[in-house]
């Protein structure tokens, strides 16, 4: 088991920034890749970044590739969500995820989610 709590929504205006941070407890020695996802009102919910627990190989949606950077510290067990430049269009439940099972790439552990609002 890993269990995941996120931190570090809130409310940002428009070109704004906000850092997101996901601590990871329990198993985490067999996490393969962390990830963060969003959510957003209506909207079904969406990849935004990930990287690899060992190798650091970040992966980024287009939507926020160069607005976006994650990063991670193993000895920490955190993952972090630098967001930069923000949009309203960026508003969501952000989650963090982690990936334990190297031979899918479906993601099984989840935290509860931050909520991320944007105002124009």
């Known amino acids: 088991q890993v269990q995941l709590v996120e931190s570090g929504g809130g409310l940002v205006q428009a070109g704004g920034s906000l850092r997101l941070s996901c601590a990871a407890s329990?198993?985490?020695?067999?996490?393969?890749?962390m990830g963060w996802f969003r959510q957003a009102p209506g909207k079904e919910r969406e990849f935004v970044a990930a990287?690899?627990?060992?190798?650091?190989?970040?992966y980024y949606s287009d939507s926020v590739k160069g607005r976006f950077t994650i990063s991670s510290d193993n000895a920490e067990n955190t993952v972090s969500l630098q967001m930069n430049s923000l949009k309203p269009e960026d508003t969501a439940i952000y989650y963090c995820?982690?990936?334990?099972?190297?031979?899918?790439?479906?993601?099984?552990?989840w935290g509860q989610g931050t909520q991320v609002t944007v105002s124009s």
């Open positions: 995820a982690a990936r334990t099972n190297i031979a899918t790439p479906t993601y099984n552990y």
């Open positions: 329990g198993r985490t020695f067999s996490t393969v890749t």
């Open positions: 990287i690899s627990w060992r190798g650091s190989i970040t």
